[in-house]
């Protein structure tokens, strides 16, 4: 055996890898496919080439994310099997059929869609073509209930009962399982999330694209528009919905949600929010931290009364509560400081994009339209590019580390779902090879889309050709 | 046995099935740009021919797992972890090949181009390879304990018989490119891709000798099933001439037919053999059989009627994408990124 880590760190490393990395190009794929429908949408409605232009254009950024994506998927698909057997093998009744379901509904429809779009621009009428993008992304949103619906059941599990004979979960009802509350918490907020990542992409590389050439000006101002209003739609309902599922998991999860918020001892009322906070997790106790009176009982209970448990007392709750079944040893509290920021990452993530979207909006405007010339406030939307990754990441670290030590919520321990039979050393080679590979595919990916970015648009033939373009294309090249 | 377990024992075996027939003539696709193509330009044609089409066929393999995870859980666990690095190098083979569409398209120098190539040649040879591997490795037995954890050792899963299972499947699936090629690409090249076809189908017949006698003595198939084991065998083996008669004469369409209903086939000898268990233990006592590995009744029968609503209309846009693709395509099909 390979010393350093034990097989379930290394499990729950590759887990952790494989699905932000995922999860870089669903968000990517969902909200740009959504930009993209819009802009043909347009298209079909005036006519006007510019919006063919743009449709076409960042498909291609689409397109790349969708590759990924897809790539990425399929790991997904199998890695329970592979690494987690034990749990496939408790929550198999429930969780598989959603997988599968999601393969039948969505899956397909994606695929198969986007095989048609890509390669049909020519063969269909505008009003039939814009279509099959519509459907692409109604494929990957569907594919998003689906795959939330059996994380919801890992959050808070329903619609099930235990097997007696094999301790096994069994399903009771298939309603409840899709009626789960927290589905319809979480679903919202991640499709509003993956709507302001690719809102925020479009508007954030249309900044660099003016800030490149001033000769496409008229298509990257137009394009940060549809980027804006996405990203602003996106942010204000992310934020709306964020705000359902705090209040949601105050009660539901309370351990995870004093953690957010870096609570050991429960708080006075009515309580104050700590925005920033030294937090000592040895001695359980924040050292120091800038508090905000009234703040958290207004955002927890929309009140400005109310006081919220700490992790103290959730944890003796939380032992009273399971210890017959689980034993005395167990350890309840959460990793606090990865919790507490990640929130805050994100949360910040969310009113940043509101923020700059507003911004841009407004001086973008028809009347005005100065977005172009303000090369600052270019810059700083370019960079926000990346932005919504750190905002979508931080999401899952919440959720998913804020829910140890279960895998699914006070049924199965993650120590107790792992794959008996993988070793340290089968592991460690896959964990380098997923993380060689992903560093290739994320550097190709952003690689080529910058350069598609740096290229331009086809659009408007009368421009001076960059000097970058000499070099041509390949298939040019090979045709000649 | 339950009949909803028995119909989602069908289920499986028939996504694996279409799986196989569909994504065998993508990596028979991406063999022949290496083994046939000369030039980049020809490469990148191949492509384009399964380039709307690979990953909707890909995602007949998706449903597989998935349906496998719903309908039978204990198997998907035991099958998938116990053959944990077989699947992994699958994985990282299909993930090579499905990048290489994509990335291939924006490449611009003549290396870089190449490097996508390869990638999509690499990931289409091997993927075949290891999955066939790991599904004629498990046909053998492996050492099970009583959890339905398969402690598989090395020679276990490298063998003879699962070496010749995954190149024997390697060999069918490019043969189905080929013959999916001469539908495909101008008529020129389509008489070309069934020349080659007609050539190296003479490997076939040994092959398929050396794996039938090896399936004779690593398995039980041919003594606990000896009628339908037969009786499939015949089939693979009269599609395997009738391909070959049709290569030979150029009728790229039954060519087409007969590879694929021998990779079918070679999914039917399999989960034929298999019945009623899932996967063999050594000792048998520890097998496990559709009966114990399958989910509630209540979860196949919610699967069983998802799969009813939703597969026919499935089926309906599926084919609809390959008709309203079904022309030749030609080099001036690849002008312009992603189609356009
Ligand atoms: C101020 C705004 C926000 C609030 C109050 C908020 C709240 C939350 C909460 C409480 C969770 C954990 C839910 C659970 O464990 O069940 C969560 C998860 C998540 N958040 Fe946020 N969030 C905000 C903004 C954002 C933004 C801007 C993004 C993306 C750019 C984002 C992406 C995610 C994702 C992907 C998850 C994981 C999936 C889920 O459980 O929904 N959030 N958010």
Redesign the pocket.
Known sequence: MIGLASVLDLSRFQFAMTTIFH?FYV?LSIGTALAVAIMETIYVRTKKPLYKSMAQFWGKIFLLSFAVGVVTGIIQEFQFGMNWSNYSRFMGDIFGAPLAIEALLAFFMESTFIGVWMFTWDRFKPGVHVIFIWLTWLGSTLSAIWI?AA?SFM?HPTGFEINAQTGHVRLTSFMAVVANP?LW??FP??IF?AI??GGMVVLGMSAFGLLRSKQKREFFTKSAKVGAWLALVG?LL??A???M??R??IN??PM??AA?EGIYKDTTDPAPWQAVALIDTKTKTVKSSVDIPYLLSILSYHSTSGSVKGMNTINKELHAKYDKKFGANMNYYVPVKTLFWS?RF??G???L?ALLTFLALLWSRAKKDTLADKRWFLWILGICTYL?F???T???L??EL??YPWVVYGLQTIADAVSPTTTAGQLWFTNIVYFVLFCVLGGVMVFYSRRTLHHGPDYDASEVNDTKQVHGNAREAYQA | MTILQLLWYGVIALLFAIFLFLDGFDFGVGMATRLVAQTPAERQLYMRAIGPHWDGNEVWLITAGGAMFASFPLWYASLFSGYYILLFLTLVALILRGVSFEFSAHAETPRELAVWQWANFCGSLLAPFFLGMMLTSMIQGVPMDAQGNIWAGFWQVCNWLSIVGGVATVYFSFLHGLHFLSLKLPAVDARKMLHVSSKVYWIAYPALIVFVLLAIFQTDFYTARPLSTWLITVIILAATICGHWAAAHVRGGIAFISTGVTLAGVIAFIFNGLFPRVLIGVPAKNSLLIQNASASPKTLTIMTIVLVCLLPIVLIYFIWSYWIQRKRISSSDIQGENGY
């Open positions: 999860f968000p939330l994380n959050q927290q918490v979480e907020h991640v999330a302001l990542t942010s992310t934020i919905a964020g705000d599922q705090t949601y998991i539901d999860q995870k949600f957010t929130f994100m949360a993530v969310g009113v994009s919504p750190v905002g979508t931080g999401g899952w919440i959720t804020g829910r």
